[in-house]
């Protein structure tokens, strides 16, 4: 199958993107012709700074390699190196409405937080996401809950290019992982975890042991002393217990039984030690990683926009003959 997916260059990388995202990604590159991608072009509809984002994609590129994403199996490259997405993009903007636009959940969170009036990127961002996808005739995309939304929005703009110009793409599906599509955050599990969140609130995929301690030290808990899975009742252990699960690689009913009358304490101790140990190699390749970053990482990012390059180039040609634009 063929899979794509993405996580912008902004930010540190969290065990929420870990969870939600990368370990999918892992996991489906030994069967599947994956691309992963490192989107720039959508980070830049949010402030950002052009000479922190240039540094920010390389090392996304290695968070990727470093977290375990094999550029012998699967192709990774940035978006902006691809020019045909931004093209597909403008195709697409002519059969979307505006109204599903504004009804995006993303949307609304991140206009909403803006002093000023958003700009049009943050209201077509998703039909660039839908040009990502699209584009290489996509058919799974592993991402987080929050992700969904645009993944929905994706199909629906592809069914009706195809019902309009004739059939063109592949109908996506997203993937979601069965526990951890939405890692919440450590300091208010009502919020899920991320980049721009409070500090605390997300457990960076480098940070080192004592922060990792101090973090899930001060992480809020529930009433009472009992670890169960219960996300309604007991929001911040059931997250926790998740996190746990998915560091141990087994089940949380597995860890329910593991943890059967420890208390909150000693399953922070436990948590902070599965963390530590979990995260320590990906520091460890990263370090190494750093060094090559010149030489290496530029060679794997300039290879797969090349793999890339070759797939886009020709599907773009078929977009067009359809749209009447070539004969
Ligand atoms: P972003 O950080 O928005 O670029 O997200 C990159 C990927 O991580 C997307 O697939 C998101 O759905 C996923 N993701 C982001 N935050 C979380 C979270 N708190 N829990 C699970 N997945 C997440
Ligand atoms: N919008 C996604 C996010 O914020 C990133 C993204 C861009 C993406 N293009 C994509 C994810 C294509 C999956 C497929 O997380």
């Not at 489906?28 to 980070?43: F, G, K, M, S, W």
Request: proline share 4%; charged share 30%; hydrophobic share 35%.
């Amino acid at each position: 199958m063929r899979i794509f997916s993405g996580i912008q260059p902004t930010g540190e990388i969290h065990i929420g993107n870990y969870i939600g995202a990368i370990k999918q990604w892992i996991k489906l590159q030994n069967e599947n012709e994956c691309i992963y991608c490192i989107v720039d072009l959508h980070a830049i509809t949010s402030d950002y700074s052009p000479e922190e984002l240039k540094e920010s994609i390389i090392n996304t590129a290695i968070v990727y390699l470093a977290a375990g994403i094999d550029p012998e199996r699967a192709s990774v490259f940035v978006q902006s190196e691809v020019k045909e997405h931004t093209e597909l993009c403008w195709y697409l903007n002519t059969v979307t409405s505006i109204g599903e636009l504004e009804r995006m959940t993303q949307y609304k969170e991140k206009s909403k937080a803006k002093k000023k009036r958003a700009n049009a990127g943050l209201l077509n961002y998703p039909i660039l996401q839908a040009a990502d996808i699209l584009l290489y005739d996509t058919e799974l995309v592993p991402v987080g809950e929050d992700q969904k939304q645009h993944i929905e929005l994706s199909r629906d703009i592809a069914k009706k290019f195809n019902k309009h110009f004739g059939k063109t793409f592949k109908i996506p599906k997203a993937k979601l992982p069965e526990k951890g599509a939405r890692i919440m955050s450590l300091k208010n599990p009502k919020n899920k975890m991320s980049k721009s969140g409070k500090k605390g609130n997300a457990i960076s995929l480098f940070d080192d042991p004592k922060t990792i301690e101090e973090k899930i030290k001060s992480a809020v808990t529930d009433t009472d002393n009992k670890i169960c899975y219960d996300p309604k009742n007991k929001p911040a252990i059931s997250n926790l217990l998740v996190i746990y699960s998915e560091f141990k690689n087994q089940t949380v009913k597995e860890s329910e039984k593991e943890l059967e009358g420890v208390s909150y304490k000693i399953f922070k101790e436990k948590l902070t030690e599965v963390l530590v140990e979990s995260l320590a190699p990906f520091r460890k390749k990263r370090k190494e990683l750093e060094k090559r970053r010149e030489v290496y990482v530029e060679e794997i990012l300039s290879r797969g926009a090349k793999r890339a390059n070759a797939l886009a180039s020709s599907k773009i040609v078929e977009v067009r003959r359809k749209m009447g634009l070539i004969n």
